[in-house]
């Protein structure tokens, strides 16, 4: 331990140490084995070759010195002695040699012994934070802003900002990267990826582990948006549990695909908030007059509303046709008239039993009812469903035409 002292110090001087005064003097009788528990008496003649003096030798310690250790003192340096296996003399040593390290960082042992604190070691996580990468916030308040933005996939130019595309090129890459910065940021959460190509991988198993259900959520549709952009990867399957969430990814044809994959995974509220941050005075007002109303509003296109000033029979097939341009999610489209239209508030509830329909519509007016009849079956023929409507007490049962 003491070498490095030494090889530095044989640049400068010339150490020799002497147990006395003279050279022909014999060394003092070894300490009583019991001196330990008092105090103890260390002397040390020190004489230095100065080479910018080579006339002459300094005398460091020109008579006989003592160095009185207390029975404090001895307890300070318990634990270092034990680091030696009770060594004294290479206990010493050592702290000679911290002490000069001291001297070198600081230039004196007061300027070391009032050195800055804020000069001490600083963790990944503390740097970041200082300088203004990360912030501090209680664990609470964290898990409340991950659930308000739950089922909304991060904007592009924040996630470019943590999973920066022109870095992060492999699997692997992105894997070592987040694994490094969740740990940094104690999150206590990780990452492993299975896949068939590092670079341009056609099929990708990704498993996030951690405490917050609510953090894997959404870590799990930030990196899908990352696959989803740079390596077309969309989201086939997901398999949420308690403790983590396993995503099965799989190549699209392009990005728009993919993207579209992790919105219905991940992003059920994306396009919804997307539009209120468009326009939130009319989405407000919107919300406004349905809670106030209980709900009881109806909501049609304006070109039906138009046939109803006329008189006339409207047929839906503007809302309606939107299926028709989502026919890649593969909804069923009966289910998509029961959700529509429920929601539209035309009639309270569909009942779906195979190809037929049974339709609680809540009117109580004959006409109203007959209406609804003609808006039901001319809508499904519209969209290419031959269907036919008999009125049954409170209900209205519409079956195919071939099952009759």
């Known amino acids: 331990m003491a070498a490095p002292l030494l090889r530095r110090l044989r640049n400068l001087v010339v150490p020799t140490i002497r147990y006395s005064a003279g050279p022909q003097s014999p060394p003092p009788p070894p300490f009583p084995a019991d001196s330990l528990s008092k105090d103890i008496s260390i002397r040390i003649f020190i004489t230095y070759y100065d080479r910018e003096h080579s006339t002459r030798w300094l005398h460091m310690a020109a008579s006989r010195k003592n160095i009185s250790l207390e029975a404090k003192h001895l307890k300070q340096l318990e634990p270092l002695v034990e680091q030696h296996d009770g060594n004294f003399s290479e206990t010493i040593r050592e702290i000679i040699e911290f002490v000069d390290l001291l001297v070198q960082r600081y230039g004196s042992l007061n300027a070391a012994r009032y050195a800055n604190m804020d000069e001490r070691y600083q963790s990944p996580r503390e740097l970041l934070i200082e300088d203004g990468f990360c912030a501090m916030i209680d664990y609470p308040l964290f898990e409340w802003f991950l659930k308000s933005t739950e089922d909304i996939i991060i904007d592009s130019e924040i996630l470019d900002d943590i999973i920066d595309p022109l870095i992060i090129n492999r699997i692997s890459e992105l894997v070592d990267h987040l694994n490094r910065k969740w740990k940094e940021y104690g999150w206590q959460t990780t990452i492993i990826m299975e896949y068939d190509n590092d670079v341009a991988p056609k099929t990708a198993i990704s498993v996030i582990t951690g405490r917050s259900m609510q953090l894997n959520e959404s870590l799990s549709g930030m990196i899908g948006l ?108 009966l289910k998509y008239l029961k959700h529509v239209y429920e929601t539209m508030h035309i009639v309270e509830h569909i009942d779906i039993n195979g190809d037929k329909l049974m339709i609680e519509h809540g009117f109580r007016d004959s006409e109203s009812i007959t209406a609804v009849k003609e808006i039901l079956v001319q809508s499904l023929a519209a969209s290419g469903y031959e269907y036919i409507a008999d009125e049954v007490g409170r209900l209205i049962v519409m079956q195919p035409v071939d099952s009759e």
Not at 226 to 252: C, E, N, P, Y
């Open 226 to 333: 990352f696959l989803a952009r740079q390596k077309h990867l969309g989201v086939a399957r997901v398999d949420r549990r308690t403790r983590s969430i396993r995503m099965d990814l799989q190549r699209k044809d392009n990005i728009d695909a993919a993207c579209d994959d992790l919105i219905r995974h991940f992003g059920d509220l994306h396009r919804a908030i997307s539009e209120i941050r468009e326009n939130p005075d009319f989405w407000q007002t919107i919300i406004d007059l349905h809670r106030n109303s209980g709900y009881n509003m109806v909501t049609i296109h304006r070109h039906e509303f138009e046939d109803l000033l006329a008189h006339n029979t409207p047929v839906d097939t503007t809302v309606l046709k939107g299926v028709m341009k989502n026919a890649a999610e593969q909804i069923d489209f």
